[in-house]
């Protein structure tokens, strides 16, 4: 049976990449290996073309979580080689989801497009979903080509498509309203949405507000978890394979 795979794409500041691997033989050291790729005496060197990257995917291995980040947001160079290893990690070695650091509700938008299941024009119409600064960091050329890539690979694919997500939550209003809409939560889930709502109606979706909130001794928290635990009991209670959470 085909081992599972997933992939991580974070943006972690002052890391370029950071890879895991379980296998001893995916150690390389400068000179070679018995793959015959040879690298340089300082293990330093430009990144010009995509058999660069070859040293990498052979480090790499058969890891099933891939971490990849930058010295700073909104290069262009990084945001380049950064969809370039993401394209071969997808082709060659059957990763098949990638989650960022973006609002959950705004890249689930860019799952559904590549996914074939949001008919939006293009890529770009489709990143005017992410609105909280800084807008730049996935709404940007770069993601855009990734992003029909995605798409174009997923239509080839009659199973194990890709998907994309965001692990940020900050968007705690847009969220709720995301799993309030979505057609398949059950009562339950719905309950705790509305009174995650109500809770949080006072800061007017001031997440400042809230925080000074909790200093006082004002808290959310339960309410939210609660949404959680709905959402995650619904999952549960689902035959494998199937929800849209």
């Not at 694919?157 to 705690?172: A, E, H, M, R, W």
């Amino acid at each position: 049976m085909k081992k599972y795979k997933s992939y991580l794409l974070l943006l972690i500041v002052n890391l370029f990449l950071a890879a895991c691997s379980t296998n001893d033989d995916d150690t390389i050291s400068p000179g070679g290996n018995s793959s015959g790729i040879t690298l340089p005496a300082n293990s330093i060197t430009a990144l010009q073309t995509e058999k660069d990257l070859d040293v990498l995917l052979n480090q790499i291995g058969d890891s099933r979580y891939v971490l990849l980040g930058e010295a700073s947001h909104g290069t262009a160079e990084f945001y380049t080689w950064r969809a370039a290893i993401t394209q071969r990690l997808i082709q060659e070695k059957g990763f098949n989801l990638i989650a960022v650091e973006g609002d959950w509700p705004s890249a689930y938008e860019v799952n559904r497009y590549i996914r074939g299941e949001q008919n939006a024009p293009h890529a770009t119409a489709v990143l005017q979903s992410f609105q909280r600064w800084p807008t730049w960091m996935w709404a940007n050329q770069e993601i855009a080509d990734l992003t029909e890539w995605l798409r174009q690979y997923n239509q080839g694919q009659p199973t194990n498509k890709v998907g994309f997500y965001g692990l940020d939550v900050y968007s705690i209003w847009e969220s709720l309203e995301a799993i309030a809409q979505n057609s398949t939560a059950d009562a339950a889930t719905l309950a705790a949405v509305r009174n995650a709502q109500s809770c949080l109606a006072p800061y007017n979706r001031d997440e400042q507000a809230y925080g000074q909130a909790t200093v006082r001794g004002n808290s959310c928290a339960e309410a939210i978890g609660q949404v959680f635990v709905a959402v995650r009991n619904q999952k549960n209670s689902l035959p494998v394979g199937t929800g849209s959470f």
